[in-house]
Antibody, heavy 116, light 110 residues
Framework: QVQLQESGPGLVKPSETLSLTCGVS?????????WGWIRQPPGKGLEWIGS???????YYNPSLKSRVTISVDTSKNQFSLKLSSVTAADTAVYYC?????????WGQGTLVTVSS | QTVVTQEPSFSVSPGGTVTLTCGLS?????????PSWYQQTPGQAPRTLIY???TRSSGVPDRFSGSILGNKAALTITGAQADDESDYYC??????????FGGGTKLTVL
């Protein structure tokens, strides 16, 4: 069974960089699929942030592309998200998920609050 | 900027049938967009219901079905139950490699 688990700071200061990691178990990232990040501000809908292949090929949401970097570490079977210059609008639950043309496995999500 | 549209809210009576739709601000939704549907209850991660337009994920009851209706993707719930009361999101996959979520539909069963 594929399992994903997000980890990282729950509080980030404005203008700093948000960093999260998604650990994958039950499946080797090197075996294929894209792996991605989705977020959900409190009380709002879901927003796709971006996805990465084990080779490092990435796709990003055009509205976030200038601030987002997604990377992969196949040796640790994990991938990471960095979102720079955060503001209160980046406060959200961040989910990691496996993506084909759709998202089939999801992490439980982690709340990141942007506040001084 | 691609916008995926969904009804903000819908209500259905227990035992009734409801169809939620997923459209594009410009253009028609086809199977080429690999429409998928997700159910989310408060405080929980989304659950994958339907992918590739009409394929049910493992464990999803057959009262959930997906299709293309006219120029939109559709999720139909037949024989709605109280625990179907949730938020439902569709996702379209673009040829550019990006995924776009709809704004979600809040379904009330009453």
């Amino acid at each position: 069974q594929v399992q994903l688990q997000e980890s990282g700071p729950g509080l980030v200061k404005p203008s700093e960089t948000l960093s999260l990691t998604c650990g994958v178990s039950g499946y080797s990232i090197s075996s294929g699929y894209y792996w991605g990040w989705i977020r959900q501000p409190p009380g709002k809908g879901l927003e796709w942030i971006g996805s990465i292949y084990h080779s490092g090929n990435t796709y990003y949401n055009p509205s976030l592309k200038s601030r987002v970097t997604i990377s992969v570490d196949t040796s640790k079977n994990q991938f990471s998200l960095k979102l720079s210059s955060v503001t209160a609008a980046d406060t959200a639950v961040y989910y990691c998920a496996r993506r084909q043309y759709y998202f089939d496995y999801w992490g439980q999500g982690t709340l990141v609050t942007v506040s001084s | 900027q691609t916008v995926v549209t969904q009804e903000p809210s819908f209500s259905v009576s227990p035992g009734g049938t409801v169809t939620l739709t997923c459209g594009l601000s410009s253009g028609s939704v086809s199977t080429s967009y690999y429409p998928s549907w997700y159910q989310q209850t408060p405080g929980q991660a989304p659950r994958t219901l339907i992918y590739n337009t009409n394929t049910r994920s493992s464990g999803v009851p057959d009262r959930f079905s997906g299709s293309i209706l006219g120029n939109k993707a559709a999720l139909t719930i037949t024989g709605a139950q109280a625990d179907d009361e949730s938020d439902y999101y569709c996702v379209l996959y673009m040829t550019s490699g990006i995924s776009v979520f709809g704004g979600g539909t809040k379904l009330t069963v009453l």
